[in-house]
């Protein structure tokens, strides 16, 4: 079964750092772009970042440019979102999932595949 799990999150206090990881099971991440999206209570999901299948492009929210950083460990089948200087704002679960549109799907465009969803992780940022 083809499954994603998230985890690094907490709380932190701002301007703090975390590391979100996405480890793939059942099946190889290096198949797929994968994004990150995000939803805080109250709000509509937001796609955050993605990494494109062969991690030659990225991409990255206007809210996040400059403080967060994606990439991928093949050889552990996990994708990483690094999250520094984070702010309040930042604070919602942060899902996984993959994208066949290769990134399209983080920009906002809906998707005609089946795509693969974590669980989230719950990231809380507050003094």
């Known amino acids: 079964q083809m499954q994603l799990v998230e985890s690094g999150g907490g709380s932190v206090q701002p301007g703090e750092s975390l590391r979100l990881s996405c480890a793939g099971s059942?099946?190889?991440?290096?198949?797929?772009?994968i994004g990150w999206f995000r939803r805080a209570p109250g709000k509509e999901r937001e796609g955050v970042s993605c990494?494109?299948?062969?991690?030659?492009?990225?991409y990255y929210a206007d809210s996040v440019k400059g403080r967060f950083t994606i990439s991928r460990d093949n050889a552990k089948n996990t994708v990483y979102l690094q999250m520094n200087n984070l702010k309040p704002e930042d604070s919602a679960v942060y899902y996984c999932?993959?994208?066949?549109?290769?990134?399209?799907?983080?920009?906002?465009?809906?998707?005609?595949?089946?795509?693969?969803w974590g669980q989230g992780t719950q990231v809380t940022v507050s003094s």
């Open positions: 059942g099946f190889s991440l290096h198949y797929y772009a």
């Open positions: 990494i494109s299948r062969d991690s030659e492009d990225s």
């Open positions: 999932a993959t994208d066949q549109t290769d990134c399209t799907v983080a920009r906002g465009a809906p998707t005609p595949y089946q795509e693969f």
